[in-house]
């Protein structure tokens, strides 16, 4: 438990960890102008097998310990009378080794790829006491792990579920849109293991991105929109049920 001694003990620290983010001092390659892009991703539900590829791509690159997600598989199970309004869902492993055959009766079976939403009014970011929660200049919500104290408000306040605490380094994890990969020209590992397409990094800033002409010309959502704090995972062909 944090107790009022401690925390004000380390609000120098915060002071410092906020000066180190605005400094722009996380990791980014030589000549990566953060102020030229703003990140975020589309998901082409239709697109989406299941096979569970993005979820051990993650794994792999940003050693994610096993039982634990930075993105996961979730799939939906719709029967003709619920009226999409009581979905079954199963995520067996996160989804990590696919998915058994379902057993349901009827209706119809989707798959919904999940991760952090990288929101620009984050309510993780808002809670963070010592501000190792932070926005990125390029809108990637990241955790600077040196002044996390493990506090967990940040994985409550998160209404996505995308947050845990690492069992051993005992600080917040997420998806970090694979910002060592992205500020070196390179796509996300989830994005470049997917075999179907299904996930498409997205750079909102600029305007040659094929995501600026989808987002046109096809119908996109994005999950929990009645929270309003700017989402930046959009979803195309999401069913109504999915929450």
């Not at 794994?59 to 096993?66: F, I, K, M, R, T």
């Not at 619920?82 to 009827?106: H, I, L, Y």
């Not at 991105?209 to 989808?214: A, V």
């Amino acid at each position: 438990m944090i107790t009022r001694r401690k925390l004000l003990m380390l609000l120098p620290a915060a002071a410092f960890a906020w000066e180190y983010v605005m400094a722009g001092t996380a990791e980014s390659a030589p000549g990566y102008n953060r102020d030229q892009h703003w990140w975020g991703m589309l998901m082409d539900i239709d697109k989406c097998i299941g096979c569970g590829s993005c979820v051990r791509a993650c794994a792999n690159e940003n050693d994610v310990p096993e039982g634990y997600f930075r993105t996961w598989m979730e799939r939906y199970h719709v029967s003709d009378w619920q009226q999409e309004v009581t979905p079954q869902v199963d995520s067996p492993n996160g989804g990590k080794n696919g998915f058994p055959p379902s057993e349901a009766q009827g209706g119809k079976n989707f798959f919904v790829p999940k991760l952090c939403n990288h929101c620009v009014d984050s309510p993780c970011v808002q809670v963070c006491p010592v501000g190792s929660t932070f926005h990125t200049p390029d809108s990637v919500v990241l955790v600077d792990e040196t002044y996390c104290l493990g506090c967990r408000y940040c994985i409550q306040a998160c209404p996505y579920g995308s947050r845990f605490l690492h069992p051993t380094r005992r600080t917040a994890q997420k998806c970090t849109l694979c910002y060592h990969r992205i500020t070196r020209g390179l796509t996300t590992a989830c994005c470049e293991n997917c075999p179907t397409g299904t996930r498409q990094l997205a750079d909102l800033k600029n305007p040659n991105d094929p995501i600026h002409e989808f987002l046109k010309t096809h119908s996109v959502l994005v999950l929990k929109p009645h929270l309003a704090i700017g989402a930046k995972v959009f979803y195309h062909d999401l069913d109504g049920s999915v929450r």
